[in-house]
Every structure is written in structure tokens, then in C-alpha cells.
């Protein structure tokens, strides 16, 4: 994984709650691999109409959000089910955060795992940052993982918080998988003392 | 070991399956089971495989084929799209080539993979259970934590047989008194996510109790535990009892002999302490409950069937509003309509969250005598429940009453093997989730109990199921 450092981008709203897995990464194209470049299948509904033309009115389809790496949206954005291609489709498309008021816990989970950093933030917050780029469309926000902060130009720094081992494994590009087996022996002794106490599950 | 402190039982299940806690809260928790179903991308093995690194507990994982088999048929050779084949021959290439007991296509055991774990005994009290899929919650119902889990975590769990976790918030919902006729678990799911919101029980394990959960059977408890995503929760669970107990013993995988009294013995202790305290608490009257549907796309759009459509005008705040109209424009409602007054085009039966046996015989005492009006198919959850729906002739029931009695897997809840509604088509579904083309592009869904859909085929509308119940 690569490893997450600042940036500054365009950010695109979706100002809308519960925004689904479903809609992010329709669960028709769940057999695609992600060799195939998942990121053309992001929003898919939402982008394409059924011929496969782009809708002009959705936002990631307007000239000056294609490029963005950064969605903002209402609460419980990634709700639904558990499929990893939901982020792996944001990531693909260039999207690196994605901030909101909460998140489905699964999706949320996920981005850790693949680069992506959800930010919750209070919901006057986003309502703000909405509002920013509602009023001032193209506007770019910086994100500071480091410092654990949200800026606009000229705007107040919004923090925000995050677990320390998940922020570190973000910052570092860390593998987990490897992370863990630095603790097999815990793991060996564990596995040890519960067969030894009893004689299931097997 | 004394624990002093009363304690939840989502927290007596995390303390047992701690291997370590960092100090800033991150927990690894040891896994004593893993299903896989086959809609994992096959990365989730090469993720292990690239590394050099073996696959640590292969026991203790189990796979089945659910979401890509086709329901008209067993064999591979008819599933015409290549994709999907790639993907059903994949899990049973992965599967063999690591060691993981596979319940394929062609084994009457196959089935969606929450239906299968707890058939076969898989799924225990106090275990510690994950599954590369959102209704893993399901397995809850037999005292288990179970948690959904994405798929970088299935590789970590393949190599290291455990997942990093901060403990989760705890959440009791209690729901008190007699559950009225005609009433059932997906009513009582309904209703709760109609009450608490889609992100109700978000960060929460969620633990059902009160004498209308005591006094469900299992597989209605499964039911319950299915959907707690749908109101965001980590995990639903049923502290297990003597019916629990009576639903495991002598099931394949379950404990045998003195082994199975030592479990039981251990098993009783699975319990919450009287005072424990929960971060929330929840209460709901049973006696109140009515059968359900949904008008919207979220499981929270929910009302009773003596309802109406509701009006986007008079929600409480513009986004509400907004949302509600949005709503109503994809399912294609007016305001004031009665629920009753709704055709549907085709109903579906099926699911992990209803294809057990008791669901089909609900839904059989419902059809019993009568006629669809509608296409309607019906889809049991595993091949076992197929097999035992046959010997008590639900299969001939439902035939004569003009139902298509399918093959099992996943099929029209997720729409990915050839099983869809049309665009524009209603659907009465007995699935989990009405989401903006779930069942298919533009299709429309309305979540219900099997009974009602039962009833919605007969009718070709939805309809109250207590009007067609007379001595049933
Ligand atoms: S039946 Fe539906 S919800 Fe259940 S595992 Fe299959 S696709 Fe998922």
C-alpha cells in the first residue's frame, strides 16, 4: 500500500445521506477484477444512463471534479454491504478521502486497508464545507493526515480523530498481514491454551 | 479468573477471544470460524499466497458457492456468462487448493452461506465468527459474535486466523409481550429499523432480548440477527438457551458426547449479567407490532400494512423531504396511497434472511389452496432445506399454486446470477435490502415477511396476511 501523505484537491459533494454500497459499486459488476480498472464502474448508476452515456448533471462527470481526490457527503455514506470494491472503486477513480458526518462501519473499516482515509467529521462541519463548495464550486480543501486536519484556502482548520495504529499504518503504507505475524507467538499461545481448554469448536 | 465487573455478553465473548490489546484500544481478536461465500474476488487468496505465507487454520474456514449459482439448474455447464463461472470455479479452486471444507453446487449442502454455517452446526455460542459478507450477522441468533468483514480482512484472517478490532459499543433491544398472529421476526426487524434509522445501531453490537425474542425459534432468531446491519450495527446477537441448545444438538459439526456436555456446560454462562450496562437500550412492545412492508429504498421506509404511502411533504426537516420524494420517484408511489392498494408484478421468496424451512412453511400455509396472481418463485436457502421442504410436500403446494420451485443460493436479493426484476417492476421480496436497484436496474422492491409475500402473490397486491389466515 502506498504510503498516505498530504495533498490538496478538488473536492466534490454528494449531499445526500446513506448514500449505498449499492450505488457506489453496483453489486452486478461485483465479478469484474480489479485489473479490469474498477474505477470506470464507480457510481455507475448514478453516472451512466443505461446506454452507457455519461448523465452531464452528475458532479463527477462536470469538467472540473474529474480530477477530484476528495468526496464529501451526508451520514452513513458506504452503508449497506460489506463488499471491499466500494473502496477499491473510489481509489481506482483517484478519490483519497472521503469526508462525512459517519460512515458505514464495514466501508469504513475497509478504506484503512486500501489508502483511503474516511474522515468523520460533526455534521455542521460538513453542513460548512458543503455550504464552501456549493458557494465556490471548484474550491480545494488540504488534507493533513499528520496533523489530523481539514483546511480550506483561507479557512479554519477543522480536526479530526482517528485511531493511532490506523493512522500509523496509513502514514507508513503499512502491510497489516505482516504487522500481525510479529505477534504469531501470541497468536500460537492463544490458539494453545483454548484447544487445551476444551475439546470444541473444532 | 474473577471478573468483578458485570459484564455484557458481547463483552464475555471478546474477553475469551483477546490475544492481545494494544494500549490505545486496538484489540487482535483470535477467529473461531470464517465462511466464504463465492463473491470474493480471488485476490483475497493471493493476497496470502504472494507473500509466501500458508494459510494458518484452513479448518476453520468454510466455503459454499451462493451468490453465482443459477437456480434453474446444478450444473456449470448453463451458467452461459463467463464471468460468473470464473467466479464459481474460483472459490472452488481456492477452496480446494488450501484445505477449505467446500460445500459446492453439487453437494446437498450447498447454500447461501448464512444458512449453511448454522445447519451444519458450524456456528456455536461464544464463538467468534466473520464472513467476507454484511448478513454474517446472522449466526448471532445462536449466541456467536459474528462480524462482517471486508475482503483484505478475509486475507488477514486466512494468514493469521485473527482480525484487529476496538471494542465495539453495546446496544440491548428488548422487545416485551406476546407477538400477535400473523406476526413474525421480519416484522419485529422492520419495525425496530423503522424506529431506530438506518444508522440507528451504527459502532454497535447489538444484543435482542425480552420474552418476544425468548419466545422466537431459532430460525426466527436468525431472521432478527440478519438485518441488524440494516440498522448499521457491527453485529446482532441472542444470548443462547435451551432452544438453542435443542437447534444444535446432533447437527454435523456440532459437539458430540462428552464433548457436548462440557460445551453445555460452558454455554450456559453465555449470558449478559443481570446489571450490565449497555451504551443503549431500546425497548418495543410486541402486542403493538403489525405485519410490515417498505415503500421506500431503505429498510427504515417501513410502516404497517393498515398504512399509507407517506407524504415527502410532511417530513420533519428539507432533507427528509427531499429524500422521502426521491424515494417515492424511484418506487413509482404516490402520497396517500393505502399499502394495500399497491400491485406488484412478481414476488420473490428466498434469501438468507428468510429461505429457512419455517419461512417456507409460512409462506405454504399462506399459498395452500389458492393461485399467484403474479410470477413468483420461490428459492430455499440450502439444498437440506430444499430436501426437507420436499418431504413435507411444500414444494407441491407452492407448485400447484402456480410458484417456481427454484434451486438454492442468494438469486434475486442481489441480482448476480441470472435471477432479476425487471426495470420498473415491483417486487414483493422477502430479502433484506430494497436499495436503489438491489434486485436488479430499476427495480422495486418491498421488504416483507414470507407470509405476506405469500399473501402479495395470491392477492397480486400487497396485502395484510391476517385476512388470509382464517384458521391457519
Ligand atoms: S441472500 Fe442476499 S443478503 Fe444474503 S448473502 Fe446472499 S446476497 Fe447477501
Known sequence: MEAFRPFTSVAAAMPAPDIDTDQIFPARFLKKTRKQGLGQFLFNDLRYDEDGSERAGFVLNQPRYRQARILVAERNFGCGSSREQAVYTLFDFGIRSVIAPSFGDIFFNNCFKNGLLPIPLAPAVVATLLALIRNMPGIEFRIDLEGQNVSAPDGPRYRFEIDPLRKQSLLQGMDEIDFTLGYSGSIDRFEREQEAGMDWPR | ?472
Open chain 2, 1 to 472: 479468573m474473577g471478573h468483578s465487573r458485570p459484564r455484557t455478553l458481547t463483552e464475555k465473548i471478546w474477553d475469551s477471544h483477546k490475544v492481545l490489546e494494544r494500549d490505545d484500544g486496538q484489540t487482535l481478536l483470535y477467529i473461531d470460524r470464517h465462511f466464504m461465500g463465492d463473491d470474493l474476488l480471488p485476490d483475497v487468496f493471493d493476497a496470502v499466497r504472494d507473500k509466501g505465507l500458508r494459510f494458518r487454520r484452513p479448518d476453520r474456514t468454510f466455503a459454499t458457492q451462493d451468490h453465482y449459482v443459477p437456480t434453474t439448474s446444478r450444473d456449470i455447464g448453463s451458467v452461459d456468462d463467463p464471468e460468473r463461472r470464473a467466479m464459481l470455479e474460483a472459490v472452488a479452486r481456492n477452496a480446494a487448493a488450501a484445505g477449505i471444507t467446500f460445500f459446492g453446487m453439487d453437494d446437498p449442502r450447498q447454500g447461501i452461506v448464512h444458512v449453511v454455517g448454522p445447519e451444519q452446526g458450524l456456528s456455536l455460542p461464544g464463538m467468534t465468527i466473520v464472513c467476507g459478507d454484511s448478513h454474517t450477522a446472522t449466526h448471532g441468533a445462536l449466541g456467536a459474535l459474528a462480524l462482517g468483514i471486508g475482503s483484505s480482512e478475509v486475507s488477514h484472517v486466512l494468514a493469521t486466523q485473527t482480525l484487529w478490532q476496538v471494542k465495539p459499543k453495546t446496544m440491548r433491544i428488548r422487545v416485551e409481550g406476546r407477538l400477535p398472529h400473523g406476526v413474525s421476526a421480519k416484522d419485529i426487524i422492520l419495525s425496530i429499523i423503522g424506529k431506530i434509522g438506518v444508522s440507528g445501531a451504527t459502532g454497535h453490537v447489538v444484543e435482542y432480548a425480552g420474552s418476544a425474542v425468548r419466545a422466537l425459534s431459532v430460525e426466527a432468531r436468525m431472521t432478527l440477527c440478519n438485518m441488524s446491519v440494516e440498522a448499521g450495527a457491527r453485529a446482532g446477537l441472542i444470548a443462547p438457551d435451551e432452544a438453542t441448545f435443542d437447534y444444535l444438538q446432533g447437527r454435523p459439526y456440532a459437539p458430540k458426547d462428552d464433548a457436548w456436555q462440557n460445551a453445555l456446560r460452558s454455554w450456559r454462562d453465555l449470558a449478559s449479567d443481570p446489571d450490565a450496562i449497555f451504551d443503549r437500550e431500546v425497548t418495543l412492545d410486541a402486542t403493538d407490532l403489525a405485519p410490515m412492508v417498505t415503500w421506500g429504498i431503505t429498510p427504515a421506509d417501513a410502516g404497517p400494512i393498515g398504512g399509507r404511502v407517506p407524504d415527502p411533504a410532511k417530513a420533519a426537516n428539507a432533507e427528509s423531504q427531499e429524500r422521502a420524494a426521491k424515494a417515492l420517484a424511484y418506487m413509482g408511489l404516490a402520497p396517500g396511497t393505502p399499502f394495500e392498494a399497491i400491485a406488484v408484478d412478481r414476488v420473490f421468496i428466498g434469501s438468507c434472511t428468510n429461505s429457512r424451512l419455517e419461512d417456507l412453511r409460512a409462506a405454504a400455509a399462506i399459498v395452500d389452496g389458492r393461485q399467484s396472481v403474479v410470477p413468483a418463485i420461490v428459492v430455499p436457502g440450502s439444498g437440506l432445506v430444499k430436501r426437507q421442504a420436499e418431504a413435507e410436500g411444500l414444494d407441491l403446494i407452492f407448485r400447484k399454486a402456480g410458484f417456481e420451485w427454484r434451486e438454492p443460493g442468494c438469486s434475486m436479493c442481489i441480482a448476480v446470477n441470472g435471477d432479476y426484476v425487471e426495470p420498473g417492476q415491483r417486487c414483493a421480496s422477502t430479502s433484506n435490502r430494497n436499495f436503489v436497484g438491489r434486485q436488479g436496474r430499476g427495480a422495486r422492491t418491498h421488504l416483507m415477511s414470507p407470509a405476506m409475500a405469500a399473501a402479495a402473490a395470491v392477492t397480486g397486491r400487497l396485502t395484510d396476511v391476517r385476512k388470509l389466515l382464517g384458521g391457519r
